[in-house]
T-cell receptor, first 116, second 109 residues
Framework: SAVISQKPSRDICQRGTSLTIQCQVD?????MFWYRQQPGQSLTLIAT?????????ESGFVIDKFPISRPNLTFSTLTVSNMSPEDSSIYLC?????????????FGPGTRLTVL | GQQVMQIPQYQHVQEGEDFTTYCNSS?????IQWYKQRPGGHPVFLIQ?????EVKKQKRLTFQFGEAKKNSSLHITATQTTDVGTYFC?????????FGTGTRLQVFP
């Protein structure tokens, strides 16, 4: 398994400001993933963060809006920049552990963001 | 892009009734995973299916992968209030997990 922590657990922010979310994993992983889950919706992959290289963003997400850092194999940050109310969501980081033929994705507890 | 749809979107059942959610893809899936997300929680891995026609059971939960590997189902027998939550199917492919739309289950005692 994997133990993942996120900070902050929740925040209320003003429009136009930025928030940086931290994700810490209990052991080294190659890839870390950032997801967004809007109220009542499924999870949407924002980007994959690899240590030592730039993050890979999914369609609809750009680095200027969601800059990601990955300074080492156990830590990553996601910044939500120039926020608007549409950015109100839960943001989750996750990692994959492979056991045999099964790739299990473990999720952090999430950061609940409200933008006023 | 690929979309994985789930039906129904919501299901309300009386405790003790059975429940089934269906996952359908427009393309052939390399595998299918199922996750459960309790209200206010994060998704938790339940199982992975890889083979065509595969069936796996976990106590009251039965998971099935279609013969054409384009659909999957999760069946819960005799639901309990602890089964409340949203059930997601997902495909893990090319090092990323793409989630289905989810089915929210409510169980009334």
């Amino acid at each position: 398994s994997a133990v993942i922590s996120q900070k902050p657990s929740r925040d209320i922010c003003q429009r136009g400001t930025s928030l940086t979310i931290q994700c810490q994993v209990d052991s080294q992983v190659t890839m870390m993933f950032w997801y967004r889950q809007q109220p009542g919706q499924s999870l949407t992959l924002i980007a994959t963060a690899n240590q030592g290289s730039e993050a890979t963003y999914e369609s609809g997400f750009v680095i200027d809006k969601f800059p990601i850092s990955r300074p080492n194999l156990t830590f990553s940050t996601l910044t939500v920049s120039n926020m608007s109310p549409e950015d109100s969501s839960i943001y989750l980081c996750s990692v994959v552990r492979t056991s045999g033929r099964t790739d299990t994705q473990y999720f952090g507890p999430g950061t609940r963001l409200t933008v006023l | 892009g690929q979309q994985v749809m789930q039906i129904p979107q919501y299901q309300h059942v009386q405790e003790g009734e059975d429940f089934t959610t269906y996952c359908n893809s427009s393309t052939t899936l390399s595998n299918i995973q199922w996750y459960k997300q309790r209200p206010g929680g994060h998704p938790v891995f339940l199982i992975q299916l890889v083979k065509s026609g595969e069936v796996k059971k976990q106590k009251r939960l039965t998971f099935q992968f279609g013969e054409a590997k384009k659909n999957s189902s999760l069946h819960i027998t005799a639901t309990q209030t602890t089964d409340v939550g949203t059930y997601f199917c997902a495909e893990y492919n090319t090092d990323k997990l793409i989630f289905g739309t989810g089915t929210r289950l409510q169980v009334f005692p």
